[in-house]
């Protein structure tokens, strides 16, 4: 049985954080938690820029200073791979040129440690609602214009239903991205995973009828076992 969602939007925002020192790890765990946050956390920079590259989430919080990959190095990998998630930098009051180079690199913002969590939550809730709020998504030959929720492939228009709809504009959000039924079934139609319904399948199927040319498919590929990722 399908069980409702946790909030209306279906899903809270899940963020990683990437840092070494547990403690502020715990801190900033519990302050986002307690925000309406989805926290997870990782210890280095290579955990951590391999999971965000292989897990889905709204907004990344970086350390500079980290073992095994710093942080400007994670931070150039992510804005390549995934410049749609909005990534905040954490530093030292002494790290102006890291700060710089950081903004420079692709971050969307910066905090001095140390810091409030409730000012981390409020500036990650505004870089969300900024993402929320660019009108038109553009995926390869793709264009969604959200305010209007017209979708255009190759410049000709294409109807679609309301869940396709939601469905392709989280797919071009996260694309180069895999995607799972699970994920797809929390974020698009709220519920938690129920492995009795084959909807996701479904509405994919329909999705690649719909946006397919007749010299070009949907280029929405299945990844065996994990989900579906959206290409560019």
């Given at each position: 049985m399908l069980?409702?969602?946790?909030?209306e939007r279906g899903t809270d925002p899940r963020v990683l954080l990437?840092?070494?020192e547990p403690g502020i790890v715990d801190f900033v765990q519990r302050g986002l938690r307690t925000a309406g946050f989805?926290?997870?956390a990782a210890a280095d920079g290579v955990v951590g820029e391999e999971r965000a590259l292989r897990e889905h989430f709204d907004a990344i919080v970086l350390d500079l200073m980290l073992p095994r990959r710093g942080g400007l190095e994670v931070l150039r990998t992510l804005s390549s791979a995934l410049p749609h998630v909005p990534v905040i930098i954490l530093t030292a009051r002494g790290e102006t040129d890291e700060r710089i180079?950081?903004?420079?690199?692709?971050?969307v913002d910066y905090l001095?440690?140390?810091f409030a969590v409730a000012e981390l939550a409020a500036?990650?809730?505004?870089?969300l609602r900024r993402a929320e709020m660019v009108n038109t998504l553009r995926a390869g030959d793709i264009e969604i214009d959200i305010t209007s929720r017209d979708v255009r492939r190759d410049s000709q228009p294409v109807r679609l239903s309301t869940k396709e709809f939601e469905l392709l504009l989280y797919l071009v959000r996260r694309r180069g991205r895999v995607c799972s039924r699970e994920e797809l079934l929390t974020a698009?139609?709220?519920y938690r995973h129920d492995p009795a319904t084959n909807i996701v399948d479904v509405y994919v199927s329909y999705l690649r009828r719909k946006m397919a040319l007749p010299d070009r498919p949907l280029p929405l590929v299945t990844v065996r076992s994990a989900g579906?990722?959206?290409t560019e």
């Open positions: 069980s409702p969602p946790d909030t990437i840092e070494d989805l926290v997870e180079v950081g903004l420079d690199t692709g971050a001095l440690k140390p500036r990650l809730r505004a870089q698009v139609w709220g579906y990722r959206l």
